[in-house]
């Protein structure tokens, strides 16, 4: 079982910035680098959201919420993912979770994911 750790929540000022990471846990194998990777988000009393997705190929996409303030990316060497947001906005606060799939493919739904991290909590005051 595939175990995905996130790090890098915290709280901060609207316009700030913060770096999510998310890494496989322990020697499982598990390589980022050649599965579709999704950062999800979830907000106190709102069904869980897609932000930005990664595909094996690179190519990334992003919600229009977050298009033009939040890159992700992945580090081949460290076989991790990162979430750069900038700009950051109160509606942004959420929970935020990695997720990664055991098989091709990328899909939107969060059902689509095989596996997750526990959540990194960011909350951005006004």
């Known amino acids: 079982e595939v175990q995905l750790v996130e790090s890098g929540g915290g709280s901060v000022q609207a316009g700030g910035s913060l770096r999510l990471s998310c890494s496989p846990s322990g020697d499982t194998g598990y390589t980022i680098s050649s599965h579709c990777m999704r950062w999800f988000r979830q907000a106190a009393g709102k069904q869980r959201e897609w932000v930005s997705y990664?595909?094996?190929?690179?190519?990334?996409q992003y919600a229009d919420s977050v298009k033009g303030r939040f890159t992700i990316s992945k580090d081949i060497a460290e076989n991790a993912l990162y979430l750069q947001m900038n700009s950051l906005k109160p509606e942004d606060t959420a929970m935020y979770y990695c997720?990664?799939?055991?098989?091709?493919?990328?899909?939107?739904?969060?059902?689509?994911?095989?596996?997750w991290g526990q959540g990194t909590q960011v909350t951005v005051f006004s």
């Open positions: 997720a990664a799939r055991s098989r091709g493919g990328c899909p939107t739904a969060s059902e689509g994911y095989d596996y």
């Open positions: 990664i595909t094996t190929r690179g190519t990334a």
